[in-house]
């Protein structure tokens, strides 16, 4: 079976994130290509995370947020008695662990 095959073989089976990794592991120069068990970790891996990415896009989109802001966007003034360092400390959720609200 040829790389072409394989890729074809991986998108009709819709390993879509896996074909990828497979395509750029395969463009590189044979002596920098890693060891076959380091590409089937690399392969898993890369179709993990983009089947996460997607569900993760598709579970913002469903959402149908009134505005698509991130926490860049959140604007810190001494007005709304908010710092960076406030909103740093509550962007990792540790206060839900922690039980205050």
């Known amino acids: ?3 072409l095959n394989t890729l074809d073989l991986m998108r009709s089976l819709r390993l879509t994130g896996m074909a990828d990794r497979y395509h750029s592991i ?3 120069p044979v002596h920098q290509q890693p060891e076959a068990g380091i590409i089937l970790a690399q392969l898993v891996e890369a179709e993990f995370l983009y089947r996460n990415n997607r ?3 598709s579970a913002i989109k469903n959402a149908k947020f009134r505005y698509q802001a991130s926490l860049n966007d959140v604007v810190c003034s001494d007005q709304r008695n908010l710092s960076r360092d406030t909103l740093a400390t509550m ?5 839900i662990e922690r039980g205050e609200i």
């Open 1 to 3: 079976m040829t790389h």
């Open 26 to 28: 395969m463009e590189m």
């Open 55 to 57: 569900r993760m896009l």
């Open 91 to 95: 962007a990792d959720c540790s206060f």
